[in-house]
C-alpha cells in the first residue's frame, strides 16, 4: 500500500540526515495522500541507517494504523493534526536542529533579519507559547498540534507564507508540499536560525518591509520571476 509514497517518505527522512539536522533517532518526516486520506509517517526510535522503505507505517487522518509492523513515531499526532487543519500541506518534518532548538528553548520568534530568511518565509518564524500542565500531562503530541495552529491562527500567520513554527522549548516543525519540501524547509529554517543567531550578536536590525516582500514575492508570489519556467533545466 503507498509504495512509492513510502519510498518518498523514506528518501526525506535520510535527507535530514544528510542535511546533517539529526542525531540518533532525533527526527521524522511524513507525507500525506489526501484523495485516501492517509499519512506515511517514519516509525519511532528506528536508527536511520538500518530502516528500509517498507518500515513506513500507514495512518489513517484520524490516528489509526492501517498498515506497518512497526510503531509510528512518538510524534505522529501533532503530524496528523496538522494535516488535518494546515488544508495545503503535503509534508511534515520535525527535528531538533541546533540553533532552531535554541530558539525555541529562548522562546524566542526568529525575526526576519535579511534576504535569506525572506527567499523563505514572509515574516518572523513564530514560537508557540508554553504549554499548560494539562495539555502536557495529557494527549501531549496531539496537544502540540493544536498549540502550533492556535499561534498561527491567533497570530494571522498564513501557514502557506511561514512554513515553519518553534514549538516552545521543544523544536521546530516544517511543512512542504510533500515530504522532501517538508525535509529541504527544515534546512532552511536551521540555516536561517543560525544567521538570526549570529545577526543578533552583532547588533543587527530587522529587515524593512520592501526588502520582505520583493524577495518573497519575486520567489513566490502571483508573478514570480525567480528561477526558470521549466523545472528540468
Known sequence: MLESLKEQVFEANLKLVEYKLVLFTWGNVSAVDRDRGLVVIKPSGVDYSKMKPEDMVVMSLD??????????????????ELYRRFADIG??????????????????DIPLYGTTHADFAYGSI????????????????????????ECFEKRGIDFNA??????????????????????????????VSKM???????????????????????KHGANAYYGQKNPGI
Open 196 to 218: 538570526a543567531y549570529l545577526s543578533e550578536n552583532l547588533g543587527a536590525s530587522q529587515a524593512n518591509e520592501f526588502i520582505k516582500t520583493k524577495h518573497y514575492m519575486r
Open 126 to 149: 513564530p514560537c508557540t507559547r508554553d504549554m499548560t500542565q494539562e495539555e502536557i500531562e495529557g494527549e501531549y503530541e496531539l496537544n502540540t498540534g493544536k498549540v502550533i495552529v
Open 162 to 191: 511561514v512554513p515553519a513554527v518553534l514549538v516552545h522549548s521543544h523544536g521546530p516543525f516544517t511543512w512542504g508540499k510533500n515530504a522532501g519540501e517538508a525535509a529541504k524547509n527544515s534546512a532552511i529554517l536551521e540555516e
Open 91 to 108: 509534508g511534515v518534518a520535525h527535528t531538533h536542529s541546533t540553533f532552531a532548538v535554541a530558539y525555541a528553548q529562548a522562546a524566542k
Open 63 to 80: 490516528g489509526e494504523k492501517v498498515e506497518g509492523e512497526l510503531n509510528p513515531s512518538s510524534d505522529t499526532p501533532t503530524h496528523l
